[in-house]
C-alpha cells in the first residue's frame, strides 16, 4: 500500500485549504484511513479519522472547520480546511490502519501547511 499526500502550501489566516491522500496497491489491507498533523518539535497529533461508511470523527481543535471525506471510485480521501488559523501550520500525514492488527500501518509522506497572520 502506497498513500500520496497533496494539496499543502501558503494561506493567510482565515483561508480555506483541500488536502488530497490518494491509495494505491493493495487497498483491501485499509482497514481505517486519519490525517496526523506534526508541527516541529511537538509530537504527531490525530486531527481526522474517516471509516467506511462515511463516519468521521475530528480533535477538538479541528472541530467545526475541518473535515474528513472520501472518495471510494478514487480510493481518495479528502481534508477540506477552513478559517485556517497560524496554529493550524504544521506538515499533514495521511494515515492508513493496517487490517492486520499485527501488520505495520501505513504512512504517507506529509504535505506542508503554512497559515500566515
Known amino acids: 500500500v502506497q498513500l500520496q499526500a497533496s494539496g499543502g502550501g501558503l494561506v493567510q489566516a482565515g483561508g480555506s485549504l483541500r488536502l488530497s491522500c490518494v491509495a494505491s496497491g493493495d487497498i483491501s489491507m485499509i482497514y481505517s484511513m486519519a490525517w496526523y498533523r506534526q508541527i516541529i518539535g511537538k509530537d504527531r497529533e490525530l486531527v481526522a479519522s474517516i471509516r467506511k461508511g462515511g463516519w468521521s470523527s475530528y480533535a477538538d481543535s479541528v472541530k467545526g472547520r475541518f473535515t474528513a471525506s472520501s472518495d471510494n471510485a478514487k480510493n481518495t480521501i479528502y481534508l477540506e480546511m477552513n478559517n485556517l488559523k497560524p496554529e493550524d501550520t504544521a506538515t499533514y500525514y495521511c494515515?492508513?490502519?493496517?487490517?492486520?492488527?499485527?501488520?505495520?500501518?501505513?504512512w504517507g509522506q506529509g504535505t506542508l501547511v503554512t497559515v500566515s497572520s
Open positions: 494515515f492508513g490502519q493496517n487490517s492486520n492488527p499485527t501488520a505495520e500501518d501505513y
